[in-house]
């Protein structure tokens, strides 16, 4: 049986900027559009949190029950390694949905945007069917799309739609940083599993493009944000506060780019995840800020 610290392990908290940054990053951009709504930031949070924690329990019990974890580099999976049976990491990650959705139905009860309900579904539906279900599109090398769309568009933009109504061009330019970067998390994690992922059939974009691709990708989506920094602070110069995350960068690009396999990748992978925060608060801040100059 897990223990409780094995549950939180399998919750896979590393990847909890992947969670609130999007939520961070939409906050500052309706505080620059004159709102500050921290009882629906909290919301907002809620169902972030609650869908990151639901779709990595979702993966754990779809793919433990394929057989795709049996070998695994990465961080601890509990169906994989036998520590909890398939049946209660998927009531698990069903019951992290479920919050997930009933503090979206909240959110959108103040708002009274109704057909936000149609895109909650559809969160939920990506978190589950990731590796879920008879053809995962995570097998499909689509997983890095679906993250870019659902925790960067989704959540940014989302996320300032109920605290402040329709956004403006800046927070399309930080949905699209965030989306690149939680996108870049998810290259990391799946760079590190090619030559597993290859071997039970698992065809991630990362197994697609292969490994010299699959690193220049990651180089790419961990870059190009600072260049949407630079190019939104023409018109707000608040936004370069952003490009004092460059130096989060650096190391873990560097040692991609060298060719750093297995183990390593793990601290890469968290190294990312700093980064993604870090951009995304002083961009929050940029946004917020933009306001007043």
């Not at 991630?204 to 630079?230: E, I, K, Q």
Request: overall charge positive; aromatic content about 8%.
């Amino acid at each position: 049986m897990a223990t409780l610290a094995q549950w939180v392990e399998g919750a896979r908290p590393r990847t909890l900027p992947t969670a609130l940054s999007p939520v961070i990053a939409g906050t500052g951009a309706a505080i620059g559009q004159g709102v500050v709504a921290p009882g629906r930031a909290v919301l907002a949070l809620v169902v972030a949190v609650s869908l990151m924690i639901g779709v990595n329990y979702a993966n754990d019990y779809s793919d433990g029950i394929r057989g795709t974890d049996d070998e695994r580099v990465g961080p601890l999976r509990l169906v994989g390694s036998r520590l909890a049976a398939p049946s209660t990491v998927r009531a698990a990650a069903l019951a992290s949905l479920a919050v997930a959705g009933l503090a979206g139905l909240t959110l959108v009860s103040l708002t009274q945007q109704w057909w936000l309900i149609a895109v909650g579904v559809a969160c939920i539906a990506a978190a589950w069917f990731y590796t879920g279900g008879s053809h995962p599109y995570g097998y499909l090398g689509l997983g890095e799309i679906a993250v870019f769309v659902f925790y960067g568009l989704v959540g940014v933009l989302g996320t300032v739609y109920t605290q402040s109504g329709p956004p403006g061009a800046l927070a399309v330019v930080a949905a699209i940083g965030v989306g690149m970067l939680t996108s870049a998390v998810l290259v990391a994690n799946n760079l590190r599993d090619i030559p597993t992922d290859t071997a039970v059939g698992k065809r991630t974009l990362a197994v697609f493009l292969g490994d010299r691709d699959t690193r220049r990708l990651y180089a790419a989506l961990m870059l190009l944000p600072f260049l949407l920094s630079a190019g939104a602070g023409v018109r707000s110069w608040p936004m370069l506060l952003a490009l004092l995350a460059v130096p989060f960068a650096v190391v873990p690009v560097r040692d991609v780019l060298r060719g750093v396999e297995g183990t390593a990748l793990i601290r890469v992978l968290a190294q990312t995840g700093v980064l993604l925060l870090a951009w995304s608060v002083l961009t929050a801040v940029g946004l917020a800020v933009g306001r007043f100059v």
